[in-house]
């Protein structure tokens, strides 16, 4: 199965996407030299935990790890850790590293991941976080404990559960985003609000629909925030939680085609014997043509077996990456999941459960066919859905999934916007065809 001439392989990032492409290159009956290039100094760890466990306190970071150390000297890899990538010569097809060392490959990955987007002019403030690294949510975790104030800076889903950790921990928490509805972006404006009202109800203040114009410091360490509108929140740290960007500096000079992200074939293939998986990766989707980038850990997992599995098959025998995108969230006792695509959405009905229930699986749709499911505290029922979503079924009619009277009489939330609304790009959540 091996591709010709195929005799080194590196891969730039160690985190799930990188360390799936080593273990399925493995798997597949590579043998050749396997370099794996990380620029943190640990051993590849799983980053979901980081909001969850990790910042409770629940895990130690050894618990994190994804694979022993004895299962990866299993692999047999030339593991360069500490090292981070800093220029690629497509030409040479050599990968130079931040230590002076030039790492040479027949196939290469970037597998490099994103980086927290900052708020400008607070690099280097104390009490000013982001949380994407191990340091970052230790550095963080130490902010939590009763009577501090934490201002979150976004209400996304790593903002949420931040949130929920922190209030759980005795922090005062006030979350800050310029969307109407936390988190209606990616669920709708029901959902949003109804997972509003559970962190409200958890005692989080939650600021909508204004900017965040400065952290404000006081003896070069946090102090508060300054809104767009003049008002001012008084905080002993901030987390920024404003998205992420694809950590593609080190490829300006490549000729390796970036956008937003590695910009691939279907196959993840982006040419010049480079091929790009995880959150860096950008491709086509085979069912609908859109360039898509996900930053999810399922996706970047699942994308790794891809790659490895087209590097052994080559170019011209390389198959289309053709997933279901799935994210889940834990936030207090509520567990969110996601499978497809929900932006964009047009239609949406709740199929089992309701909102008044807080136990509820939901289906979108767009033009007129099934883009995505969500479901909360229902991991079973919102599974049975998934099909729908990878065939991209016709919109059920009424008479082929008929909503329960429960879904029917539940309340959407008044506070949220009213259907169609710029900050939902969708139908209210209301248990039937909008």
Known sequence: MTAPALARVAVVGASAAGLSVAEGLRRDGYTGRLTLIGD?????????????????????????????????????LDLRLGA??????TEAREVALADGDRVGYDALVVATGVAARR???????????????????????GELRPGRRLVIVGAGFVGAEAAAV?????????????????????????????????????????????LV????????????????????????????????????????????????????????HAGSGVWAAGDVASWPHPRT??????????????????????ILAGPDHATPFDPVPYVWSDQYDLKIQVYGQLRGYNQVRVVEGSLAERRLTALYGRDGRVCGAAGVTMPRATRRYRLLVAEQAPWPSTADLAPPPSARQAPSARQAPSAGSAASGGPALSGRDA
């Open 166 to 210: 922190a209030r759980e921990a005795g922090a005062e928490v006030t979350m800050v985003t310029d969307a109407a509805v936390p988190l209606a972006d990616a669920l709708g404006p029901d959902l949003g609000a109804m997972l509003s009202q559970v962190h409200a109800e958890h005692g989080v203040r939650i600021v909508p629909g204004v």
């Open 289 to 310: 043509g859109e360039r898509v980038r996900i930053e999810h850990r399922t996706n970047a997992a699942e994308q790794g077996l891809a790659v490895a599995h087209n």
């Open 84 to 89: 981070a990538a800093v220029a690629l010569d």
């Open 213 to 268: 114009d400065a952290v404000l410091t006081e003896g070069g360490r946090a102090s508060g925030v300054r809104l767009a509108d003049g008002r001012t929140i008084e905080a002993d740290a901030v987390l920024v939680g404003i998205g992420a960007r694809p950590n593609t500096g080190w490829l300006a000079a490549s000729g390796v085609p970036v956008g937003d992200g590695v910009e691939c074939d279907a196959t993840l």
């Open 40 to 76: 943190e100094p640990h051993l590849p760890y799983d980053r979901p935990p980081l909001s969850k466990q990790l910042l409770s306190g629940a895990w130690d970071a050894d618990r994190l790890r994804l694979r022993s150390a004895e299962a990866l000297d299993a692999l047999g």
């Open 119 to 141: 708020l400008p002019g607070t690099d280097g403030v104390a009490g000013v976080h982001v949380l994407r690294t191990l340091e970052d949510a230790l550095d963080l975790r």
